[in-house]
């Protein structure tokens, strides 16, 4: 998405034939970039289940996804999903390793970005599992039988959960 304004001076901004192409302003020279917003997130697994949370809010209300989000400025994936996980499932976790790095697009009210999104595999140390934040209720799934990828949200996490799959069988 192309955006309307230069953030350092104000001027608009001529319209673009590529969305996600940078733009350089034309009074200040300033080039604006529209790059991947990080995320993070959580496999949190236990005797070959994975804890799935059930979205409380758009996009994909009432869709099955793993707990995380976006980071805040400056804050590293690892630190971010574990706050995430404290934040929506009320657990403390411990990784037990990255699982990889995935890309995906979030659209909200007319907005458009692409994000990077980092998924670790970690266990449950303690905690009281609840649902909180933007999340209206958890379940635990068999790594063999996870919900119908039409009742997941995002298609990355469905990437990410046949990833999850493939590493528990290896």
Not at 27 to 37: D, P
Not at 69 to 83: D, K, Q, T, V
Not at 155 to 160: D, L, Q, S, T
């Amino acid at each position: 998405m192309a955006f309307n304004f230069c953030p350092n001076c104000g001027t608009k901004y001529l319209a673009r034939a590529k969305p996600f192409a940078p733009q350089k302003c034309a009074q200040c020279g300033r080039t604006s970039y529209h790059n991947s917003k990080p995320c993070a997130g959580a496999l949190i697994v236990k005797d070959q289940r994975v804890l799935l949370v059930l979205r409380a809010v758009e996009p994909f209300k009432g869709c099955w996804d793993i707990p995380g989000g976006f980071l805040e400025a400056g804050e590293h994936p690892r630190a971010g999903m574990l706050r995430e996980v404290k934040e929506e499932t009320g657990l403390a976790v411990r990784v037990i390793e990255l699982l990889g790095v995935y890309m995906d697009r979030y659209a909200l009210d007319g907005d458009d970005f692409f994000t990077l999104n980092h998924y670790y595999i970690v266990e449950p140390i303690g905690g009281t599992l609840r649902a909180a934040d933007d999340v209206s209720a958890y379940r635990w799934f068999s790594i063999d039988a996870l919900p119908r990828e039409n009742e997941i949200a995002f298609e990355h996490a469905k990437i990410v959960l046949r990833d999850l799959r493939e590493r528990q069988k290896g």
